[in-house]
């Protein structure tokens, strides 16, 4: 069967396409993209040495990738429209691929940042492409478990990560972080390329300059406004000029949207209020998230004095838990649907953030390492569960913008998470110490994690009472009439 008679098949189920190896090609390329973003960060002490350079510096290595992902991830529902599944994916692994080689031959820290920015390009292309690709291959009662898979990989990464980069850099140095990656993206680009299928529909809408200039200055101010204000002060003007100019391009951005006849991001997917619902609930999620999975290696290493290497390893097992629990969840959801997951995953979420409000300098790590397999076994009932009632509910022309939609603002999320707790925490141990001269700096830093994980876990009941209203949804009329036909 040739990409056109593909394409033009009516059926988003595809019978005659082979899902197995579609599938496969999109799990090794997720893991490998995943696993690299979550190596670096405990290399940062090794390059800040190496090249020079001061902690704002070496930041951009984390700002700049979030950036261009923030960035190119809103056009990617354009891009699936004008290139095939083969073309978007194979692009996205071949740029990761690229980045991965500069970075690890990088003999200046410039040229590092230039390959992380390759990486990302990559990256922002892969995770909407995967996500579109397994909406349209599988019809929405075999979807759960689809995810679920997906959700495996997407969370093994981070569970090994730290663990495996501060192995690599005790045994070797920062570099072989990038070049042990290179021979599994080069595999992940010639298996793609041997049995990765043309699924998506290519209808080459026009291309509206204004409208990505707009969500360029938008998002990329936003992401980089709160990435800047979690480093340092909210106040700073950057800070303060880069979320208005992003704020004012992004409401003109939506507007733009409303009103040409071909959007790059359709937003009428929130017509959909199950869509709606659990977009919003990700997005106060992933805040939420972001409160525990920032602070805690800081309370690791700072508090109960935790190398980086021991830090990583406590935090492994909540991993790996995490990624085995999502295609059971996955499961589960295909066939008892999402809200017997969804509240009582939120319901175990909020119970670790708020027994996490009692952490001190006595903690165990035992104990850290429970409240982290709590955590995260919640986080595994919600994520994939919810994000797939929502697109769901979506018709098939509407995939790939619901699932920009769903990456853009999570990328989001996690810059405002991320600003938001670490400014939390700072205000309180400034405060806590101002009141207690005489405590240790590790008693400050607890209680301003205590602040912190405070406001996380009321954030968080707001993702709870919005979870008591997710309930699993027909397949659109649109899809219904594709799949008899």
């Known amino acids: 069967m040739n990409a056109s008679t593909e394409v033009a098949g009516a059926s988003p189920a595809l019978v005659d396409v082979k899902r197995g190896p579609i599938v496969a090609a999109l799990i090794i390329g997720a893991f490998v993209a995943i696993l690299n973003e979550t190596l670096l960060n405990i290399a940062f002490p090794d390059l800040m040495t190496e090249f020079s350079i001061a902690p704002a510096t070496i930041q951009w290595l984390s700002t700049a990738y979030m950036l261009v992902i923030g960035i190119l991830v809103p056009v990617t529902a354009l891009l699936q429209q004008w290139f095939t599944t083969r073309q978007m994916f194979l692009t996205a692994m071949i740029l990761f691929l690229a980045g991965t080689i500069v970075c690890g031959a990088a003999p200046a820290f410039g040229v590092l940042l230039v390959g992380r920015v390759v990486q990302a390009l990559g990256t922002g292309l892969l995770l909407p492409v995967m996500m579109n690709t397994i909406l349209v291959i599988f019809p929405p009662e075999k979807r759960g478990g689809a995810m679920g898979m997906i959700g495996l990989v997407i969370m093994f990464g981070p569970a090994i990560g730290p663990t495996l980069a501060g192995l690599i850099i005790d045994q070797l140095n920062w570099r072989w972080l990038f070049f042990l990656v290179v021979p599994l993206a080069a595999f992940s680009v010639i298996f793609a390329a041997a049995f990765l299928r043309n699924v998506s529909d290519i209808t080459k809408p026009k291309v509206d300059i204004l409208s990505i200039l707009l969500s360029t200055a938008g998002f990329g101010g936003i992401v980089y406004g709160f990435s800047k204000a979690g480093e340092g002060s909210w106040s700073a003007p950057e800070v303060v000029w880069t979320i208005t100019v992003g704020g004012i391009a992004l409401a003109l951005f939506i507007i733009r949207q409303l009103l040409v006849r071909e959007p790059i991001l359709d937003l009428r997917a929130f017509r959909f209020p199950m869509f709606s619902l659990v977009t919003v609930m990700m997005l106060v999620l992933m805040m939420t998230l972001f409160s525990t999975m920032i602070l805690l290696p800081l309370f690791l290493q700072t508090a109960l004095l935790m190398t980086a290497f021991s830090a990583g390893l406590t935090l492994m097992p909540g991993g790996i838990i995490n990624g085995v629990m999502a295609p059971i969840s996955g499961k589960l959801f295909d066939k008892y649907g999402p809200r017997v997951l969804v509240v009582p995953g939120l319901i175990l979420v909020l119970l670790a953030v708020w027994l996490f409000t009692y952490i001190s300098v006595d903690t165990s790590a035992g104990y850290v390492v429970a409240l982290h397999i709590i955590l995260l076994v919640g986080i595994s009932l919600v994520m994939m569960p919810a994000q797939t009632t929502g697109l769901n509910q979506l018709p098939r022309s509407l995939y790939p913008h619901g699932t920009a939609i769903l990456n853009t603002l999570q990328q989001v999320a996690g810059a405002i998470g991320t600003a938001l707790f670490i400014s939390i925490m700072s205000s309180g141990t400034k405060d806590f110490m101002a009141e207690k001269p005489n405590a240790t700096p590790a008693e400050g830093l607890v209680a ?24 699993r949804v027909q397949a659109p009329k649109e899809e219904s009439k594709q799949e008899v036909a």
């Open 448 to 471: 301003g994690l205590h602040d912190a994980f405070v406001i996380g876990f009321a954030i968080g009941c707001v993702a709870l009472v919005l979870g008591f209203f997710i309930k």
